[in-house]
């Protein structure tokens, strides 16, 4: 019982004591007073301000080109939708109509670089430069 | 000839904080040297109630005052509120963010109370037991100001605005813009740590 009578009369106290801690450590109104009278204070506070207002405006800058990319982005995309749309379609003509095939585009059966080339024109056959050739050759011995 | 000694000189009336921030926005830098200095004073004795040195205080005062001048144009839309009291809720929220900032270096430690202070501390509470009245007795500052450095921010922000600032739960609740039970929250809470701060010399 005791104790407990105690304990309210223990926090009082503590209360009591922590309102004059409190009042003591913020009576300061001496350096306060000193800080305000300072000379020069309002000079740098200019400078202080001039200072932030060009990290704001150089803020801004980055903030402007953030702001064209970010209206960019939308056509951009498009752009890429469209150039992927244009790349499949080709992909397909292409294979279709001059017979593109990737074992010759990747050299599967290690035709190397002239069968690459020579896909591009597959149209001639080995039979149409043989009769080039033997065309040329009758051609010089009639000469 | 006539006495003109009676007849009071009409001095021009004192442009109001309202007219002169409108010409702060407008572009007239007189007009805001004319703020700080109607204003700079307050402000530096909302900073000197948290920080002791005056380089610390000076700081405050140009960061508070660098923040409200980036800030004029949202106070000019607000024709409800005083400059001053704007300006000192610019100035306590600077110090609290200066009290977090301190508080998250390594070198505020709580063992800076010496056995001396310490010593002090029990005695004071003693004497109030013998009826020799804590209220009175003058506490040494750097002893406050260590004992409050082991608050956390808000708790010493609060309690500095009710014990010395002797403002209202529903003054800080304005000033701050909290709600008055959030006000009194921490108010209490605060209270609580601080008895437990000083519990410790027991």
Same mark, same amino acid.
């Given at each position: 019982?005791?104790?407990? +009578?105690?304990?309210? /009369?223990? @926090? *009082?106290?503590?209360?009591?004591?922590?309102?004059? =801690? #409190?009042?003591? %450590?913020?009576?300061?109104?001496?350096?306060?007073?000193?800080?305000?009278?300072?000379?020069?204070?309002?000079?740098?506070?200019?400078?202080?301000?001039?200072? +932030?207002?060009?990290? /704001?405006? @150089? *803020?801004?800058?980055?903030?402007?080109?953030?702001? =064209? #990319?970010?209206? %960019?982005?939308?056509?951009?995309?498009?752009?890429?939708?469209?150039?992927?749309?244009?790349?499949?379609?080709?992909?397909?003509?292409?294979?279709?109509?001059?017979?593109?095939?990737?074992?010759?585009?990747?050299?599967?059966?290690?035709?190397?670089?002239?069968? #690459?080339?020579f896909?591009?024109a597959r149209s001639i056959s080995n039979?149409d430069v043989?009769?080039?050739?033997?065309?040329?050759?009758?051609?010089?011995?009639?000469? | 000839?006539?006495?003109?000694?009676?007849?009071?000189?009409?001095?021009?009336?004192?442009?109001?904080?309202?007219?002169?921030?409108?010409?702060?926005?407008?572009?007239?830098?007189?007009?805001?040297?004319?703020?700080?200095?109607?204003?700079?004073?307050?402000?530096?004795?909302?900073?000197?109630?948290?920080?002791?040195?005056?380089?610390?205080?000076?700081?405050?005062?140009?960061?508070?005052?660098?923040?409200?001048?980036?800030?004029?144009?949202?106070?000019?839309?607000?024709?409800?509120?005083?400059?001053?009291?704007?300006?000192?809720?610019?100035?306590?929220?600077?110090?609290?963010?200066?009290?977090?900032?301190?508080?998250?270096?390594?070198?505020?430690?709580?063992?800076?109370?010496?056995?001396?202070?310490?010593?002090?501390?029990?005695?004071?509470?003693?004497?109030?037991?013998?009826?020799?009245?804590?209220?009175?007795?003058?506490?040494?500052?750097?002893?406050?100001?260590?004992?409050?450095?082991?608050?956390?921010?808000?708790?010493?922000?609060?309690?500095?605005?009710?014990?010395?600032?002797?403002?209202?739960?529903?003054?800080?609740?304005?000033?701050?813009?909290?709600?008055?039970?959030?006000?009194?929250?921490?108010?209490?809470?605060?209270?609580?740590?601080?008895?437990?701060?000083?519990?410790?010399?027991?």
């Open positions: 019982m005791a104790g407990e +009578e105690k304990k309210p /009369r223990l @926090e *009082g106290r503590l209360d009591r004591l922590g309102r004059t =801690v #409190v009042r003591a %450590a913020a009576s300061n109104d001496g350096e306060a007073d000193a800080a305000a009278s300072s000379s020069f204070l309002y000079a740098r506070l200019r400078a202080r301000i001039a200072a +932030e207002t060009a990290r /704001r405006e @150089e *803020g801004e800058g980055w903030l402007a080109v953030l702001g =064209v #990319v970010w209206r %960019a982005v939308p056509a951009m995309a498009l752009v890429a939708v469209l150039a992927f749309a244009m790349f499949l379609t080709a992909d397909t003509s292409t294979q279709t109509q001059q017979g593109f095939s990737d074992e010759a585009l990747l050299g599967r059966n290690g035709a190397g670089v002239e069968q #690459v080339v896909t591009d039979d043989l009769a080039t050739i033997i065309s040329d050759e009758n051609r010089e011995d009639a000469r | 000839m006539a006495d003109n000694s009676d007849i009071e000189v009409a001095r021009p009336a004192e442009t109001s904080d309202v007219e002169l921030v409108a010409r702060v926005v407008g572009g007239d830098e007189r007009a805001f040297e004319e703020l700080f200095n109607r204003h700079r004073r307050r402000v530096a004795l909302i900073a000197g109630r948290f920080f002791r040195q005056r380089e610390q205080i000076e700081e405050i005062v140009q960061e508070s005052f660098t923040k409200a001048f980036f800030a004029l144009p949202d106070f000019s839309n607000r024709r409800d509120a005083s400059f001053a009291s704007w300006v000192a809720r610019i100035a306590f929220n600077s110090c609290y963010d200066e009290l977090r900032r301190l508080k998250r270096r390594p070198e505020s430690a709580l063992s800076e109370v010496t056995e001396e202070e310490a010593a002090w501390v029990r005695e004071r509470l003693r004497a109030d037991e013998a009826g020799g009245g804590v209220e009175s007795a003058a506490v040494s500052r750097d002893l406050a100001g260590k004992l409050l450095s082991r608050l956390e921010p808000e708790d010493r922000l609060v309690l500095v605005m009710l014990d010395a600032e002797g403002m209202s739960v529903a003054e800080i609740a304005g000033l701050m813009g909290w709600s008055v039970s959030k006000v009194k929250v921490r108010a209490h809470r605060a209270r609580a740590r601080l008895r437990r701060a000083l519990k410790r010399f027991l």
